[in-house]
């Protein structure tokens, strides 16, 4: 190692320290941030988008809008979700598949929202509750549809109206309106045609010089 090495090393280190002490100075007088937790509790704010557990929105009427169709199961990397469905017949005689039971295993998911994001109906979201700590993983296996919940029945569209006889020829009459319009622009156009009228008067005068001529 030469003495230019030795120098250039020493330097280094020393600026090295500087930047990290200078640091470390600034720190010293941030306004800390930490949570007093669980102190404050009834103050304390988490982002609405942190994820923290699945669930299933219910209405007042204890319905959901779950399909059963099961895509969410299908999209989980990990084996969170089991859908169960069942068979029932409707009052048209026709069957349809609806949801039995909606597991969902905590313990297993990794928050990754992808059931969220593909399930077509809306039907599951993530909550920002925390405080999900239990004694046992059993108690982490939870079934998100309700007892006695039903799917919400998507609402009909209301049919329209026929159309009657008055409403069906008004448009007609509206539609001839603005060949009229059309028509009245043309007066405007021969209005140049009223300045012409000066125009005749002229050859009048020559007709008053060949009076006088005449009586010369
Ligand atoms: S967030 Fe991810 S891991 Fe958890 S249930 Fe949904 S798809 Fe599965
Ligand atoms: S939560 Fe959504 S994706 Fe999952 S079964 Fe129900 S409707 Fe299908």
Known sequence: MTVSQ???GLFKGIASLIKGLTVTWKE???PKITQQYPENRATLVISDRFRAELVMPHDENNEHACTACG???MNCPNGT???ISKTVETEDGKKKKILDEYHYDQGMCTFCNLCVITCPSDAIKFENTFENAVFTRGKLDLRLNREGSKMREKKKPEPKPAP???TAEAPKAETPAPKPAAAEVKPVAEAPEVKTAPAVEEPKAP??????????
């Not at 007709?207 to 010369?216: P, R």
């Open 207 to 216: 007709e008053v010089k060949n009076d006088t001529e005449t009586k010369e």
């Open 164 to 166: 009657t006889a008055a």
């Open 71 to 73: 895509i969410c199961q």
């Open 28 to 30: 010293l007088w941030t």
């Open 6 to 8: 030795y120098f250039s």
């Open 81 to 83: 979700i089991k859908v």
